[in-house]
Each structure stands twice: as C-alpha cells, then as structure tokens.
C-alpha cells in the first residue's frame, strides 16, 4: 500500500511553501546586522539561508556570542513586525488548494521555525488562517528551533498519528525532519531551497507548484 494513501493530516512549513517571504525576511535579517554594526556582504547570501533558524544564521554565519545574536533576533522581530508582511505573498494555487484539501477531509497544519505567535500573525494578515487546524512553531527562546523539535512537538500537541500525516516544505531540514518523525516528505522546488540540497535530501515526493501536492495527495488517498 503507498504510504499517501494512509495519509489524513498534512503538515506544511510557511516561508518558501505557502508564501513568498524572501524580501521581508531579508529586510529584517539586512536591518538587525546593521543596527549592530555588521556588514550584511560579510556573511553568505541571506536569502539562501531562509528557513534557517535565526539563531544559527547569527551564530553560525556572522559569528556573533549569543547575547548578541540574540540582540540581534530582538532587532529583527520588532523590524519584521513593522513591516507588517509588506514584501510577503501567497504562492499561487495555495489559497485554492488549501480549500479543496479542506473540503476532501484533511486536517491542515502548520510547522515552522517562525515562534508559533509570528507564525499567527503572518497567516491571519494573508487570510491563511481558517484552513489550518494548528499552527505549530519554534519557541521564542533557542529551546525549539530545528525543525524535527517542531514537527514532533506538532505530532504531540495535535495528537496526530506519524504514520498518518506528510511533511511539505521547501528545504533539506523539512525532509530530514519528516524522516526523523516518521512522516512521508514532499518537497517542493518553487521555494528558497536549492535543487541540489533537496536531492541530497532524498524526499519521499517531489513537486514543482501546490497544485501538484493537492493531485499527489487526492490521486492517492
């Protein structure tokens, strides 16, 4: 039997699966390195490392201490909130294929690395938010913040079966987290991951626009 036909709740990252972030989120990243002094051209292209968790980019890629690495996120929330999803679109076919997900039956959720609270925000302001069942994200603090931590923390907080639910997302982390939890992956090609890290990913599915994740999941199941 194919795994998706046993599938009934399906799991989606935000950033690079149902929206367009790239500009905001590069924005705020741009805004909180040079109000701490750095030059953004020091590190690798910010846009590469969305859906990284915030943390590990100023950590890890601009080699800041943690106090102010997290000075630095505190800098990005608040420019990121002012922004107010200016730069952030909906993905086409992702307010269609959410509804007819919806109507055939499946329970829709979210797990990002965005903090559950952000995470809200941005689908309430782009009128996402009535097809989601939950929304499962990162603690505000460093203690949740990869995506297999979120993904079981969504399995748990939803009682949902492992075995009966599939990951979408656009990066390696998104794959690896599903293989970690159980869950079958599907990887999409239109987001902020490149071919190659998804390859390597080895995705149980892949699919190159949301209307093919509905006709995967509905051929299916």
């Known amino acids: ?38 030059d953004p051209d020091s590190g690798p292209d910010v846009e590469a490392m969305i859906g990284v968790p915030l943390l590990d980019i100023f950590v ?27 730069g952030t679109t909906v993905y086409g076919g992702v307010r269609e294929g959410l509804s007819h997900l919806q109507a055939h039956g499946y329970g829709l ?3 990002t690395v965005k903090p559950t609270s952000i995470a809200e925000k941005v689908l ?14 990162a603690s505000m603090g ?11 923390h969504a399995l748990g907080k939803f009682e949902l079966d492992a075995g009966r639910s599939v990951m979408v997302g656009d990066r390696d982390q998104d794959v690896n987290g599903a293989r ?9 090609t239109y987001g902020f991951g490149q071919a190659e890290e998804l390859s390597g990913a080895a995705p149980d599915h892949t699919v190159d626009g949301f209307a093919e994740i509905v006709s995967l999941v509905l051929e299916k199941g």
């Open 142 to 152: 460093p203690e949740r913040r990869g995506k297999t931590g979120i993904i079981t």
């Open 124 to 137: 309430e302001d782009l009128d996402l938010r009535q097809h989601f069942s939950g929304v499962a994200g």
């Open 60 to 86: 890890g890629e601009y080699g800041m201490p943690d106090d102010q690495a997290q000075r630095a996120i505190d800098i990005y929330r608040d420019h990121y909130e002012q922004l107010n999803q200016a």
């Open 109 to 111: 959720y979210i797990a």
């Open 1 to 38: 039997m194919d795994k998706l036909s046993r599938i009934r709740n399906i799991l989606f990252d935000l950033d690079g699966t149902l929206v367009d972030s790239g500009e905001t989120i590069v924005a705020s990243v741009v805004h909180a390195l040079e109000r701490l002094g750095i």
């Open 180 to 188: 970690d939890n159980g869950l079958v992956s599907v990887a999409v």
